[in-house]
């Protein structure tokens, strides 16, 4: 018998709601805990205990991943008014997202898993494109107004003891509507350094697009404050890694992505992140073969699926139904975790370990063994095998089994 792998350090992990609560236990019990000896900082974020806790759990959590640098995340329910009233809930608490975000300061990096029975729907794609998305302001923090009819609208900032300075946005000659939107130098100044270091981390090339030939002012600023990091503390690194980074125009970035064949990672801004994200989601199958890391330029790293928990299939788990629920991103979220923890703790064993994890979860899938959603976009193929949540993590820790005993 083997003595099980060390992990040295805590890990932080946060327990999450309904189906993806179920496939978290099993992906434990099956995959990491007959295989590794882990100190786990627990803490959980079912609905019921941040309604107890009055969300106190999620602040403690995302301060718990401050000290130990390292954790991850099962998906968690936002509440809405249909949840208040199904858990009866004190009130609809804040997305622990959001909160965790906030409070880590974070750049969330989004990157498929690649199959290679499940092709992207754009051909020339060879390899993951990562997605960096800035989150913070731009139109999901902003003012709007409806204009009814003729009159004047202006944009005005008073400084500090200062007088207003005033700019015209539009004479209207009949209703219409305006929108103020507003960044930091502060928060474009971390997501850069927060893409520099993802880019130097996974050692590829790193691309920034805006629309900076319309907003000679805002979208200039975005381009700026990259420039001016990548000269002052990347572009050495960035050379003695034999990778690149590169500004263009947002239009030239989506025709020359089309035409690559990936590989790189692509900084956008807030709405631009949001919807390329999607488009590569979607083209490469689906959201439960999508990894997503939360990165906050002080170091600390937040692992999770990008998907959410999956409410319909848990209806049918507890009226008893068969379901074929994906745990691919969970399983690689814990992956991802180990690695960075291994990483970290210069513990090769643990990421040796975490590489062989994903391979076994990678070959189950090529071998065709897979759940629903996947059998619907795979290459066809007699040997395919529809199987259901749990007989999926079965079949990944077989491999996995196998695949550490011939080390
Ligand atoms: P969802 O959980 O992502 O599921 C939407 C649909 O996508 C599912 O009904 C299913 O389609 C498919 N799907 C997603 N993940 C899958 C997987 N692993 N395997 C197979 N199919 C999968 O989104 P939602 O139903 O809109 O949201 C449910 C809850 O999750 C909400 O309370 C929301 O607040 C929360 N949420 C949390 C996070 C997070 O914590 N990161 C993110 C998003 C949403 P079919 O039904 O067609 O099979
Ligand atoms: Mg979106």
Redesign the pocket.
């Known amino acids: 018998m083997m003595g099980k792998i060390k992990v040295k350090s805590n890990i932080v992990e946060i327990d999450?709601d309904?189906m993806t609560r179920i496939i978290w236990k099993m992906v434990k019990e099956k995959l990491l805990l007959p295989h590794l000896n882990m100190n786990l900082a627990y803490y959980d974020l079912h609905i019921a205990r941040r309604d107890e806790t009055s969300d106190r759990i999620t602040t403690d959590a995302a301060e718990a991943i401050m000290r130990y640098g390292v954790g991850v995340k099962c998906?968690?329910?936002?509440p809405n008014e249909d949840?208040v009233r199904e858990y009866g809930l004190k009130k609809p608490w804040k997305s622990?997202?959001a909160t965790i975000r906030e409070m880590l300061d974070g750049t969330v990096f989004r990157k498929p898993i690649f199959v290679k029975n499940i092709r992207p729907s754009v051909s020339a794609w060879k390899k993951p494109i990562t997605i960096g998305r800035h989150a913070y302001g731009d139109v999901y923090a902003n003012t709007e107004m409806r204009i009814t009819g003729t009159g004047k609208a202006e944009i005005v900032f008073t400084p500090a003891g200062g007088e207003p300075i005033r700019q015209m946005i539009k004479e209207f000659t009949g209703p219409g509507i305006i929108q103020g939107i507003h960044n930091t130098d502060g928060s474009i100044e971390s997501f850069a350094r927060t893409c520099f270091a993802f880019a130097c981390d996974q050692k590829i090339d790193l691309w920034f697009s805006a629309k900076d030939t319309i907003s000679k002012t805002y979208d200039a600023r975005f381009r700026d404050i990259f420039a001016a990091e990548y000269e002052k503390n990347w572009r050495a690194k960035f050379e003695e890694a034999g990778i690149s980074y590169f500004f263009t125009l947002i239009d030239d970035a989506v025709a020359r992505i089309m035409k690559s064949e990936g590989g790189m990672l692509w900084a956008l801004k807030n709405y631009d992140g949001d919807v390329m994200s999607d488009m590569i989601a979607s083209a490469c199958g689906?959201?439960?073969m999508m990894t997503s890391v939360l990165v906050s330029p002080h170091g600390y790293f937040e692992y999770?699926?990008a998907?959410?928990?999956?409410?319909?299939?848990y209806y049918r788990h507890i009226k008893g139904e068969e379901t074929s629920?994906?745990?691919m991103?969970l399983i690689f979220a814990w992956s991802g975790c180990l690695k960075k923890r291994g990483e970290l703790d210069g513990t090769p064993d643990v990421v040796t370990f975490a590489d062989k994890l994903e391979e076994a979860a990678r070959q189950t899938v090529e071998m065709g063994i897979m759940?629903?959603?996947l059998i619907l976009v795979a290459d066809k193929n007699p040997n395919n095998k529809k199987v259901d949540t749990e007989a999926f993590i079965d079949a990944v820790a077989l491999r996995l089994q196998k695949k550490l005993k011939n080390g």
């Open positions: 999450g309904e998906a968690t329910i936002t949840r622990p997202n689906s959201l439960s999770e699926a998907h959410g928990t999956v409410q319909k299939h629920t994906n745990s991103a759940t629903g959603d």
